[in-house]
């Protein structure tokens, strides 16, 4: 059915659909504010001083370009490919969510809300979410749920001090689903004022379209940052990135998906093992489509539909769904997705840090874990590069925990 | 739509003859656990209710508030699946065959099941129609057009955002009633005002003869009689599964059941 694919670049379709996925489930209440946002990010998507905007903030506030690093010494310990990092950890507030986050509040500004809503996991969109409002003087509200708010404290605090009222989800199981449900309701009743700035490439149409293209600066800068170190028109031969929601991969994937050379690799948190023991986060591997939150997508859920929590050592990969786009992608075959568990992640994260200095967050610590299945296992000069979307800071506690390390000083 | 003959289209004739408001109550299927559930249930016809609206149980509803949030997650605890709320009907429709039975929830339960086989599934139980919060007429074709051709009234939500120009669209394949959200915002939150809504329901009648139904934000017989008294009737829910939730008696939830039911009525 798929053989008559074209391009993989033109979605979604004016339902807002990727194939059997996306789509606008959605409240009637909420239906008439998701079009106007649809309008308005149509219009803004082909307006240069949008674009204008963004590039100034991307440069100047964020530090875009993010560096495309080659990692010699995990190369070499690897014994096969060539490992880049898309070095996006290192953006002001420590992960790709601000790349997103900037372009949503732009475009909340120039449709004159004056408050913003998000929702959290590990607290890194919490904090890009706050850090932008406080720039623009934004009313800015952060759903979390309370167990999250329990072991992400930093975070916490970090969104507070930035001036955004953090509401600990209780409803439900108090986790990232139930935060982003509790969002919803906060945007259906107050809809003239309110804008939602969802963290991840899921949700409503526009929304999963309008975050990866906000995400495919990403991408954009690795192709010509890879011709700059390789040579005129070389591409990468692999691209590897995490997947939660999915938005730092498709920010990744997106500007490769019409280069048939590029393999892309998607990889899901495995948590303690995907089996039907369900302690995972691999809603492709191990979940079935379904519609939750506003979108068709794979999600892990039980016979009967009901909802089935995610398990993982990252707060930040704890989403029981993914992206539509990543399910489409999945199911024409277009990218590959693997699933990497939570000690194959501590692992990676480690390797990270005594090879090439650098902490990475346990997110593109599972993309960096499967990098080291393959790379070895590839020719020298096969090419891969692997987002590194988010620094480790926030994870030194759950980590130091895991290896048994005592932070008490 | 071409007309339906179902229990709903009887029952709101029979209301029109008898110059009488609808009274609409809605339980959780299955809270606080099947039995006490279908007690309730079975008690809500001589209690007044016109029309009952039974939610069946999801993990993420994102259109509810906190009461009825417990209200599913009790019943899931106590082991709810959609097959058991369909043995619910099936119960109650030995003794009942008149009351109309609308399904109150969300899609995945019902995408999960198969679209084709829930709705023989809940035509062949005794259901009647069906409200699915996440689907609005942009997805008509997932459920809404195939429940009409099997012969379910698709009941849909209008809301205070919903303006002039969506209007037809949202009520072109409805059938049944049109439910009319009182407030923007979720379920048992906000009051509902009886003066503000009054506009809007003479708004959306003038698009439609299908009846008006009011609910979100009534809680007491007074604001069920004054919102019925603007419209074709209304909706309680939070107010009757708050009590249920309370661990009343059954029959005390069926005496505050009937005093809304009369605050209804009188209007």
Not at chain 1, 182 to 194: E, G, H, P
Not at chain 1, 261 to 269: F, L, P, Q
Not at chain 1, 373 to 391: D, S, T
Request: glycine share 10%; aromatic share 8%.
């Amino acid at each position: 059915m798929d053989d008559g694919i074209n391009s993989y670049m033109t979605g979604p379709d004016e339902q807002g659909r990727f194939g059997l996925f996306g789509g606008r489930f959605v409240s009637e209440t909420l239906m008439p504010l998701i079009l106007e946002l649809e309008q308005r990010y149509e219009f803004a998507k082909t307006d240069p001083s949008f674009w204008a905007e963004m590039d100034d903030l991307w440069k100047h506030y964020v530090g875009r370009p993010s560096p495309l690093y080659f990692a010699p010494r995990l190369t070499e310990h690897l014994g096969g490919a060539k490992v880049y990092f898309k070095r996006d950890e290192l953006n002001h507030t420590g992960a790709h969510k601000i790349n997103n986050v900037l372009g949503q509040i732009i475009l909340a500004r120039r449709m004159g809300k004056t408050r913003i809503i998000a929702e959290t996991g590990a607290g890194q969109h919490g904090v890009a979410t706050a850090t932008v409002c406080a720039k623009f003087g934004l009313e800015c509200v952060v759903y979390m749920g309370a167990h999250d708010v329990e072991r992400q404290a930093p975070n916490v605090f970090r969104m507070r001090l930035l001036g955004a009222k953090v509401v600990p989800v209780t409803s439900g199981r108090g986790t990232l689903k139930d935060a982003m449900n509790d969002a919803l309701r906060d945007w259906v009743t107050n809809v003239r004022d309110t804008f939602y700035c969802i963290g991840t490439v899921a949700g409503p149409h526009p929304y999963p379209a309008m975050v990866r293209d906000f995400q495919s600066i990403i991408g954009k800068e690795v192709r010509w940052q890879l011709e700059e170190q390789e040579g005129k028109g070389r591409l990468p031969d692999t691209v590897v990135a995490a997947i939660g929601g999915g938005s730092n991969a498709m920010g990744l994937f997106f500007p490769f998906l019409d280069d048939p050379s590029v393999n892309i690799i998607g990889v899901e948190a495995g948590g303690k093992g995907v089996d039907d023991r369900m302690q995972h986060c691999a809603s492709l591997t191990g979940g079935r489509p379904g519609v939750l939150h506003g979108n068709r997508t794979y999600l892990l859920q039980d016979p009967d539909g009901q909802i089935l929590e995610g398990f993982s050592i990252s707060a930040g990969l704890d989403y029981p769904g993914i992206g539509p786009e990543h399910a489409w992608l999945h199911d024409t075959g277009r990218a590959e997705y693997v699933s990497i568990t939570d000690a194959e992640a501590l692992e990676a994260f480690q390797l990270s840090c005594k090879l090439e200095g650098i902490i990475p967050a346990l997110e593109p610590s599972h993309a960096l874990a499967h990098v080291m299945k393959i790379a070895p296992k590839l020719p020298r000069e096969h090419i891969i590069v692997m987002n590194m979307c988010g620094r480790g800071d926030k994870d030194i506690f759950t980590v130091a925990k895991h290896l048994g390390f005592d932070m008490k000083v | 739509m071409p007309a339906l003959q179902t229990r709903i289209d009887r029952c709101f004739a029979r209301l029109r003859a008898e110059g009488s408001k609808a009274f609409v109550a809605y339980i959780m299927g299955g809270d606080p656990d099947p039995a006490t559930s279908l007690a309730v249930m079975k008690g809500l016809p001589d209690a007044g209710v016109d029309i009952i609206e039974l939610g069946m149980p999801f993990t993420d509803p994102m259109a509810d508030g906190p009461t009825i949030q417990l209200a599913g997650q009790r019943a899931l605890d106590a082991g709810m699946t959609m097959d058991k709320v369909l043995d619910m009907v099936r119960a109650f429709r030995q003794s009942d065959d008149r009351t109309p039975i609308v399904l109150m929830g969300y899609y995945n339960p019902i995408y999960a099941r198969g679209v084709d086989r829930f709705l023989a599934d809940a035509k062949a139980a005794g259901i009647d129609g069906l409200i699915v919060v996440d689907l609005p007429p942009e997805e008509d074709e997932e459920l809404c057009l195939p429940a009409q051709a099997a012969g379910l009234n698709f009941i849909r939500l209008a809301t205070p955002t919903t303006d002039a120009k969506r209007l037809p669209r949202v009520l072109q394949n409805t059938s049944g009633f049109v439910y009319y959200v009182s407030i923007t915002g979720i379920t048992g939150a906000a009051t509902a005002q009886a003066a503000n809504v009054a506009p809007e329901v003479a708004r959306i009648k003038a698009a439609t003869d299908l009846p008006v139904i009011v609910g979100f934000g009534i809680n007491t017989p007074n604001a069920a009689h004054d919102i019925a008294a603007i419209a074709d009737g209304c909706v309680v829910g939070s107010a009757i599964v708050k009590d249920i939730g309370a661990g009343k008696p059954v029959a005390d939830v069926l005496a505050n059941v009937s005093a809304l039911a009369a605050g209804a009525h009188r209007a």
